[in-house]
């Protein structure tokens, strides 16, 4: 069998680069993460059982301010949430539903965390 001289040349340049490749050294730092930390999180759609494991706990910002709890759990005919229902802290009577599209489930905190949530429109009554 017939080994070409592009073969033999082409292995020859991988293995010369791959073993000079660590002599290489800028001075410059490596570029440091802008979150240093990042917590596991879970998509609340990927949860089995949503609405027993999810009632009660609590939805942060991602900030990580508290701003209501998981009252209920809206399922699909898989049984993946589709949303949820917050009652607001504070305001235990205001409840609303939001979308699993911008819900996570942290386990390190034990709680939802919802990344783009927006003030529900609102008008004001004159009286």
């Not at 293995?15 to 879970?42: C, F, N, R, S, Y």
């Not at 759609?45 to 939805?59: E, H, K, M, Q």
């Not at 917050?86 to 905190?109: E, N």
Request: charged share 20%.
């Amino acid at each position: 069998m017939a080994i070409s001289k592009f073969a033999v040349a082409c292995v020859a340049a991988i293995l010369a680069g791959g073993a000079t490749a660590g002599l290489a050294h800028d001075d410059q730092d490596a570029v440091k993460a802008q979150v240093a930390e990042e917590t596991p999180v879970t998509p609340i759609s990927a949860i089995a059982d949503p609405s027993r494991l999810l009632t009660g706990v609590p939805v942060r910002f991602v900030s990580g301010q508290s701003f209501g709890r998981v009252v209920a759990v809206s399922t699909d005919a898989n049984g993946h949430a589709t949303r949820i229902r917050v009652a607001l802290d504070g305001m235990q009577s205001t409840k609303l539903w939001i979308d699993q599209s911008d819900l996570v489930y942290s386990r390190a905190r034990d709680s939802i965390v919802a990344h783009d949530v927006h003030a529900p429109a609102m008008t004001v009554a004159s009286r």
